[in-house]
């Protein structure tokens, strides 16, 4: 089913960017179904090598409210790119920032439920619903290991960004709200990586520290968007 | 007694060191850092807009001055910032310099000798084989999966993915690159700005500039000595939304002064480069052109006027001053590419284009206050020590009689806001980049693991992997089982 769902996501995206004679990442509306479908690429992608089947209903909920959010406050019809726009960067950036989203989001939905079975467990035992999932220990890997994955792929994106606003705007890096809280993300997956791998941080611990790193990448995505006063503030959302 | 004291000293600052280079210090200041960096993107900041700074500081009196105090507006060079990010590096580089020489000689080294008890270790594996020639399959197997190896008399030490050691070392290297190239770019660059209308020739001396900003060792001798013509500038707009679809900027240079003249063009992902020199279109606007007479009709005053857009549609605002004139006069202005009119608004633009131009302006005679030393903006008058005479909208080519003389609106020209930078930094920051990332594929993509095997009454294997990255029970299993084999057809 989320298969299916997923390529007529991919689909909508597909007819959008031929709508638009252009990749379809120039507004938040489409960031916001291409970041969806980039999501459940992410599971579909960590469910061949993971027995995550368990993590379906989450995910497609999230997905869920994402497009209603999407297809109800975010609409726009489809337009051209304004000058700034224009460049092969902004299919690299944009790409490469989208995917690792959905990877980090996804890192995210696997701490929360790991800080939610632990607590179930640490009272007793699980509840009915939850005694499929995988154990622990598996949880807290398997956030690590999306983390670990797709941390070189955000670092990509963010110089990919600052070798554009090079080109664009006369500098690769000028503190702009989006560039801070990208770096921001940066930092705290980097803290949450050397947490894990130097310090041999593991648990509770780690998780609350990965839902952290996750919630500023969301954090970026809605506020420096919304209400943001920066550069990266193009064409009404 | 000053022996101990410098005995204590020197214990207390090997002691600062030791926290210094701790990772749990590393950690927090990792996390400090990013912590800092949030109020950058709540507070304007001066470095990126002088304008919303001076905003705060009318809507917040009371307190503006109180988060200046604290470099609330210029975060990233307030001295906290600069002191959590170089505590970082500081212990980025106790950390890492010794790593690097350690790592430089495993390198050459051998695996470190095989533990005593094997059957302590994780993935231990018991093969019932009795022969000595298992210790030399087993070689051969490692060697063949490219382990290093170290032999000794009884057992066999193998180790493999020194790369990860590489790949961590390169990528935390590469960002010290990254900083010190940054340092390179603000102490020996420059950055200015200049406004320049449709026909204006520029010249690259500082005096040329709008505004200009020099690294604390630039010279202004260092300026790229090329010459520069604006010949076009054309904009396309998309008519259903009046969105800008292209900007088109068409320029003349040479470099230097006097060679030979070559035609570019700059749009706003193409800058034009000269050297570590490049030219950016930042910004465009309208000109207006206007002359104006005194009483006696003669001309004191001909020539494009720049306006600053203040919309979508480049609804811009301006000021005309005339310091000839006695008394002065000054013209508070705006001018509308596509004039239109509402109830709420007033009058408007309607589109970005130039299609039905107006110039709407109030007259003010007086004291510009042009001489009293403090810097005013091109775009402002201050009319406090003034009177105003007038208020008109003029159409192309119309004019207007304010007593003291009159106004002619001419036409319009478009201006350009070319920003022009010099970084010598910014290929060191490329290289770090590029490193940095390669340093990080490496690293979290290799593996590194220890495999030992024992004779012992029996053949031992065990295996230990760094990280607990997976995959090294596979890799075991496939040893013992080809162990197995062996020994089977050598039965």
Sequence with gaps: ?237 | MSEVTELETLGFLRWIWRQLTSMRIALILLLLLGIAAVPGSIFPQRNQNPMKVQEFFTNNPGIAPWLDRIKLFDVYSSPWFSAIYLLLFISLIGCVLPRTAAHIKAIGAMPPLTPKFLDRMEFFHKIDRQDEEALSDARKWLKSHRFRVRVEAHSISAEKGYLRETGNLLFHLSLLLILVAVGIGSLFGSKGEAILNVGDRFINTPTSYDNLAFGKFQSDGSLQPFALTVKAFKATYDPATNAPLDYLLTVVTSNPVGAKPVTHIIKVNKPLTFGSTKIYLQANGYSAIVAVRDKSGKVVFEGAVPFLPQDANLTSTGAIKIPDMKPQIGFVASFLPTADRSASRGAFSAYPEVLDPRLLFSVWMGNLGLDTGVPQSVYRIDTSKMTRLGLKALGLHQSYNFGEGSITFEGWKSWVNLQIVDDPGKMYALFGAIFAVLGLLISLFTQQRRIWIKLDGEVQVAGLAKNGVPGLSEEIDALVKSLQKESEVKE
């Excluded at chain 1, 705007?169 to 791998?197: M, N, Q, S």
């Design chain 1, 1 to 237: 089913m989320i298969f299916l769902a997923f390529l007529l996501l991919f689909a909508g995206v597909a007819f959008r960017a031929a709508s638009a004679h252009r990749v379809p990442w120039g507004n938040m509306y489409e960031f916001s179904i291409t970041g969806a479908l980039a999501f459940t690429g992410a599971y579909l992608f960590a469910l061949v090598k993971y027995k995550i089947r368990w993590l379906g209903l989450p995910v497609s909920i999230a997905v869920l409210l994402t497009l209603g959010t999407a297809v109800t406050l975010l609409y726009r019809p489809s337009a051209p790119l304004v000058p700034a726009l224009k460049s092969t960067w902004l299919a690299i950036h944009v790409s490469s920032a989208i995917i690792s989203g959905g990877v980090f989001l996804l890192a995210n939905a696997v701490a929360a439920t790991y800080l939610i079975l632990d607590r179930y467990e640490s009272r007793g035992a699980r509840p009915r619903w939850a005694e499929k999932l995988p154990s622990l220990e598996v949880l807290d890997q398997l956030s690590y290991r999306l983390v670990a994955f797709v941390f070189p792929l955000w670092t990509f994106a963010v110089i990919a960004g600052a070798i554009w606003a090079e080109s664009a705007w006369g500098r690769y890096w000028g503190w702009d709200p989006k560039e801070t809280w990208a770096f921001i993300t940066w930092v705290a997956y980097a803290a949450y990586l050397h947490a894990r791998v130097t310090i041999g941080w593991r648990g509770r611990r780690a998780a609350w520290l990965c839902l952290f790193a996750g919630s500023t990448f969301l954090f970026n995505y809605v506020y420096v968007n919304i209400w943001g006063t920066g550069r990266h503030t193009y064409s009404g959302l």
